[in-house]
């Protein structure tokens, strides 16, 4: 269900977290997805997610 591209993921996540989740982990229990795997292959990219935001930069 995850884009496997890291900017196609990273695109894909800060919307839904726009759009529809007040939070990482709000959104990772709704799609039934691993933080720690988004985590991991977004900071490989050079994007940490930043929870006052509610989005990765």
Excluded: H, W
Aim: hydrophobic share 40%; proline share 4%.
């Amino acid at each position: 269900m995850l884009p496997k591209d890291p900017i196609m993921l990273l695109s894909f996540v800060n919307t839904k977290l726009r759009d529809f989740y007040d939070s990482l982990d709000v959104m990772c229990r709704e799609l039934d997805a691993d933080r720690q795997e988004i985590e991991d292959r977004l900071e490989s990219a050079g994007f940490r997610y930043d929870a006052e935001r509610n989005q990765f930069l």
